[in-house]
């Protein structure tokens, strides 16, 4: 239970602040656990960093998941997918909370020249993403797969810099014309 509700208290703060800004005296108080008990838990502020990125792993692509779920055309398919996503990037989405960018992009900007193993978990992350997209659409065809990723991920970037979800519609549109092709 305490193991839980540190990884629950990092994951916000990381996640709103960033990993480097926020320091374990700081999930120690807002969270009320004791810096013993963390350590009991975790040995490194690197373990509870990989911690909430595996809950948000989890947490993301079941959401995500069953999103793409609801529907079987592959037109249907892409419309649920790029509304999934303007509902997160305008704070619709539950469970998912309030949109600070993609936690593991930005994780992954301010650690990976630190961690091996968080820029590894972060890669990974994109990859189960790509592979839940791939999954539910009848596409077989690789490029297009990857066009589609491509364009979901720049949207994200662009939403997070700009506050816009714009380029996102746009990508829409432009995955649309691919399918027609």
């Given amino acids: 239970m305490k193991r839980e509700l540190l990884i629950d208290t990092a994951t916000e703060l990381f996640y709103c602040k960033g990993v480097n800004e926020v320091g374990i005296n700081e999930i120690l108080k807002k969270s009320g656990v004791a810096k013993r008990t963390l350590y009991h838990h975790f040995t490194s502020k690197e373990d509870l960093v990989i911690a909430t990125l595996e809950k948000r792993d989890k947490a993301f692509c079941k959401w995500l998941d069953d999103r793409l779920s609801m529907v079987d055309e592959e037109n249907e398919v892409l419309g649920s997918l790029f509304s999934a996503i303007?509902?997160?990037?305008?704070?619709?989405?539950?469970?998912?909370?309030?949109?600070?960018?993609?936690?593991?992009?930005?994780?992954?900007?301010?650690?990976?020249?630190?961690?091996?193993?968080?820029?590894?978990?972060?890669?990974?992350?994109?990859?189960?993403?790509?592979?839940?997209?791939?999954?539910?659409l009848a596409s077989t065809s690789?490029?297009?797969?990857?066009a589609i990723y491509l364009l979901i991920e720049g949207a994200i970037v662009i939403a997070f810099m700009t506050g816009s979800t714009e380029e996102l519609k746009s990508s829409k549109l432009?995955?649309?014309?691919?399918?027609?092709?």
């Fill in 142 to 146: 690789q490029q297009l797969i990857n």
């Fill in 174 to 181: 432009v995955t649309q014309k691919l399918l027609q092709d």
């Fill in 86 to 136: 303007e509902d997160w990037l305008e704070n619709r989405a539950r469970p998912l909370n309030d949109f600070y960018g993609c936690y593991f992009i930005n994780t992954s900007v301010e650690l990976s020249r630190q961690s091996e193993k968080v820029k590894q978990y972060c890669m990974n992350h994109k990859l189960r993403v790509k592979d839940i997209i791939s999954d539910h």
